[in-house]
């Protein structure tokens, strides 16, 4: 009887789900508004304006497309006994838990990225291609995909085994060693992920002397902020869209500027955006986010381990006791609603600290200038100016460009 319960409620989220995020990126998408905002109109004419438009509904009919055969299949998956099924197969085809467990996330792992292969290849080759933005050859998605299943099951594969072996270890209150474990890694990952996991897909140039690199030094050495790993990204082979990211903490914090920002922005309006990013080291943003994502962590694991003390929970996907895989799969169903409202104040304080950011970079640089580079951006990659609030309070990371560009304004 209980697990009937656990089923009913598993399968129940799985709609939720689907339907809330369907429902949000509906309003969203149609809340385009027919005029242009006065203070971009130096920007968009008419006719880019409503590519901007075609472009943000044919992503989100994809989008939708995709999402629905995901649901369909794995409601059926649920009424039909699939994991358990699947648990059946791996079971018999090893009598190692290490075995089966790892046998039976790469069947899911390649099955799911099976179905979406084609609306990955239609979305880069047809979408992206038809609005100018792709660059990405043939052999570079096919070797992106052969790099990401490597990746997957190397990194992925040791990530379940130590995952397995603490749960295998401790009968009782593995949550806490797994917790210290998983956020070492994660430590780790962030510290290194420009030396290590970048150059398996891209190329990171350090960035030459030049007024543009002395430019970014001098403001460095004005705000006090130490920063000698800057890199250029070759993006421009996959995307023509332009994009920055930080990484590392204390001597390993690295920049890594797009080629195609370089390309597209002025010295002073790379300087701004890298103002905005030292923003948030100086409001301790980045410890800070770093912290509370660990606390989430720690609760996360221990959810996990409540999951798989319940019998009834394995039972629900189709198996006569607790199964280590099936209790996973059915734990990332039932977090989702916790993993929405802890994503939800971890949003509000995101888009509190880009503006704690922007109006530090408007007081060490010129707002001029970040402005600027702001509206390109969203212009280039044609971005949706009018997002809908609610889709913005549930989703959005970063304010919206034009509350941005209110609160940035000189006067």
């Given at each position: 009887?209980?697990?009937?319960?656990?089923?009913?409620?598993?399968?129940?989220?799985?709609?939720?789900?689907?339907?809330?995020?369907?429902?949000?990126?509906?309003?969203?998408?149609?809340?385009?508004?027919?005029?242009?905002?006065?203070?971009?109109?130096?920007?968009?004419?008419?006719?880019?304006?409503?590519?901007?438009?075609?472009?943000?509904?044919?992503?989100?009919?994809?989008?939708?497309?995709?999402?629905?055969?995901?649901?369909?299949?794995?409601?059926?998956?649920?009424?039909?006994?699939?994991?358990?099924?699947?648990?059946?197969?791996?079971?018999?085809?090893?009598?190692?838990?290490?075995?089966?467990?790892?046998?039976?996330?790469?069947?899911?792992?390649?099955?799911?990225?099976?179905?979406?292969?084609?609306?990955?290849?239609y979305n880069t080759f047809i979408i992206e291609e038809k609005y100018g933005f792709n660059k990405t050859t043939y052999k570079?998605?096919?070797?992106?995909?052969?790099?990401?299943?490597?990746?997957?099951?190397?990194?992925?594969?040791?990530?379940?085994?130590?995952?397995?072996?603490?749960?295998?270890?401790?009968?009782?209150?593995?949550?806490?060693?797994?917790?210290?474990?998983?956020?070492?890694?994660?430590?780790?990952?962030?510290?290194?992920?420009?030396?290590?996991?970048?150059?398996?897909?891209?190329?990171?140039?350090?960035?030459?002397?030049?007024?543009?690199?002395?430019?970014?030094?001098?403001?460095?050495?004005?705000?006090?902020?130490?920063?000698?790993?800057?890199?250029?990204?070759?993006?421009?082979?996959?995307?023509?869209?332009?994009?920055?990211?930080?990484?590392?903490?204390?001597?390993?914090?690295?920049?890594?500027?797009?080629?195609?920002?370089?390309?597209?922005?002025t010295d002073e309006e790379l300087v701004a955006v890298l103002a905005h990013e030292v923003g948030h080291f100086k409001k301790?943003?980045?410890?800070?986010?770093?912290?509370?994502?660990?606390?989430?962590?720690?609760?996360?694991?221990?959810?996990?381990?409540?999951?798989?003390?319940?019998?009834?929970?394995?039972?629900?996907?189709?198996?006569?006791?607790?199964?280590?895989?099936?209790?996973?799969?059915?734990?990332?169903?039932?977090?989702?609603?916790?993993?929405?409202?802890?994503?939800?104040?971890?949003?509000?304080?995101?888009?509190?600290?880009?503006?704690?950011?922007?109006?530090?970079?408007?007081?060490?640089?010129?707002?001029?200038?970040?402005?600027?580079?702001?509206?390109?951006?969203?212009?280039?990659?044609?971005?949706n100016l009018y997002p809908h609030p609610l889709y913005v309070f549930f989703h959005y990371s970063h304010p919206p460009l034009?509350?941005?560009?209110?609160?940035?304004?000189?006067?």
């Open positions: 009887m209980a697990s009937n319960t656990w089923f009913v409620i598993i399968f129940t989220l799985v709609i939720f789900n689907y339907l809330f995020s369907t429902v949000l990126n509906f309003i969203n998408a149609r809340n385009w508004k027919s005029d242009i905002p006065s203070n971009m109109k130096d920007f968009y004419d008419e006719k880019k304006y409503q590519k901007a438009r075609d472009y943000g509904k044919e992503k989100e009919r994809m989008s939708f497309i995709g999402s629905t055969i995901s649901l369909v299949l794995m409601l059926l998956m649920l009424s039909y006994n699939g994991f358990g099924i699947l648990n059946d197969f791996v079971t018999s085809y090893s009598e190692s838990i290490y075995v089966q467990t790892g046998l039976f996330f790469l069947v899911l792992f390649l099955a799911s990225d099976l179905i979406s292969l084609p609306f990955s290849w570079t998605f096919i070797f992106d995909k052969i790099k990401g299943y490597l990746l997957t099951i190397i990194v992925g594969g040791g990530i379940l085994f130590g995952i397995m072996y603490i749960v295998a270890s401790l009968a009782h209150g593995f949550w806490f060693w797994l917790w210290l474990a998983l956020a070492t890694l994660m430590i780790l990952i962030n510290m290194f992920y420009a030396d290590i996991i970048v150059p398996i897909f891209n190329k990171l140039t350090p960035l030459e002397n030049g007024d543009l690199r002395t430019k970014i030094e001098e403001y460095s050495k004005k705000v006090g902020y130490e920063l000698k790993n800057i890199f250029i990204i070759d993006g421009s082979k996959r995307s023509t869209k332009a994009n920055a990211f930080f990484s590392g903490l204390g001597p390993r914090k690295t920049i890594a500027l797009y080629d195609t920002l370089v390309e597209k922005h301790k943003h980045v410890i800070t986010s770093l912290i509370l994502t660990i606390l989430q962590l720690g609760l996360m694991t221990w959810l996990i381990e409540l999951c798989l003390k319940q019998n009834e929970i394995s039972q629900a996907l189709g198996a006569d006791e607790m199964v280590f895989h099936l209790g996973i799969v059915a734990f990332g169903v039932l977090y989702s609603p916790i993993g929405t409202v802890l994503s939800l104040f971890m949003n509000i304080l995101s888009r509190k600290n880009e503006f704690e950011a922007d109006a530090y970079a408007k007081g060490t640089a010129n707002p001029e200038d970040l402005i600027l580079a702001l509206k390109k951006l969203s212009v280039d990659s044609l971005s034009l509350k941005r560009l209110d609160r940035l304004n000189p006067s």
